[in-house]
């Protein structure tokens, strides 16, 4: 067994989400794969983990799916635990910004979000403009603690929902004149963040097609990318290169670290960035200071 993670998404209109889900559900389960997929009117949106070659059979035909041909699957190594079982489900959004009626897609995608760039193309564009190129990151917060793009902004975001009142509050307005550069994860999170900022007067709003994930891989640890890159699973954060760098603090001790705890207590979603000194100690492991709250977005 060759153990792998697919990262997905893509926008088109569903006409049936619960027929798509059923669908899902079936073609998942066959294939024994884990992980999390939610459908919505508006697309699909998935990370699952399993064997190579049932994820291979797996992708194959969800892109038979009209309007999914297009979809771009990012892998990675997996374990062959990172996911305790399969969630396949229903939601008025595949992000939760908490707009759902301001979306408008078709069979290209996202109705009005900002321009698509390359790895290339987004290492061009911050050579050309220098100081008046911003990286805006379109994570929670506490993903940007073990990594992000050089001088990027980071919103004070604890969910993704966090995000239209953080624009509305005209915190941001002084970067309506300049170049702004989303990323996320996978991409998904800014194909709706950079609608959003584009209704709110920011005119030259870009994302990094397949996101950080596609830039690490091109770039590793020799571009604009600093750090780990946080997951939605067991493995927490990954590595592009042995190279990285190691820029997240010890939320206790302010020593280097990229190691996330979950809260010990099972009602709580907080997390903790630790080092091993203080990652040994339970008093450390419970909701002593401000967390923050986890994500299913990419």
């Not at 966090?162 to 300049?178: I, Q, T």
């Not at 960035?273 to 008093?283: I, N, P, R, S, V």
């Amino acid at each position: 067994m060759l153990p792998k993670i697919i990262l997905y998404y893509g926008f088109a209109p569903v006409a049936d989400p619960e027929a798509l889900r059923l669908w899902q559900n079936t073609l998942a389960q066959s294939l024994n794969l884990k992980g999390r997929i939610i459908i919505s009117r508006h697309g699909i949106n998935g990370t699952l983990g399993g064997d190579m070659n049932d994820l291979k059979k797996y992708v194959r035909a969800t892109k038979e799916y009209p309007g999914f041909k297009k979809i771009d699957f990012k892998w990675s190594q997996g374990t062959g635990s990172d996911f305790p079982k399969l969630s396949v489900k229903v939601r008025d959004e595949l992000v939760t910004f908490g707009i759902p009626e301001n979306l408008e897609v078709n069979e290209n995608g996202i109705i009005g979000g900002g321009e698509h760039l390359s790895p290339e193309e987004v290492n061009e564009l911050a050579k050309q403009l220098g100081e008046d190129l911003v990286f805006f990151d379109g994570r929670n917060a506490y993903e940007a603690k073990v990594g992000r793009f050089k001088d990027a902004v980071i919103p004070d975001i604890k969910t993704t929902k966090d995000f239209v009142a953080e624009l509305d509050s005209g915190k941001y307005d002084y970067l309506k004149e300049k170049t702004v550069v989303t990323y996320c994860t996978g991409g998904i999170r800014c194909e709706i963040l950079t609608k959003v900022m584009k209704e709110r007067g920011f005119d030259k709003v870009y994302q990094i097609a397949g996101g950080i994930v596609r830039y690490g891989e091109k770039y590793a640890d020799q571009g604009l990318w600093q750090g780990s890159l946080y997951t939605f699973d067991k493995r927490m954060v990954i590595d592009f290169s042995e190279s990285a760098k190691l820029i997240g603090k010890c939320d206790k001790c302010s020593e280097p670290t990229k190691q996330f705890h979950n809260c010990a207590n099972v009602y709580c979603h907080n997390l903790f960035l630790l080092c091993k000194e203080c990652g040994k100690d339970e008093k450390n492991l419970v909701c002593i200071h401000e967390g923050f709250v986890i994500s299913n977005n990419h």
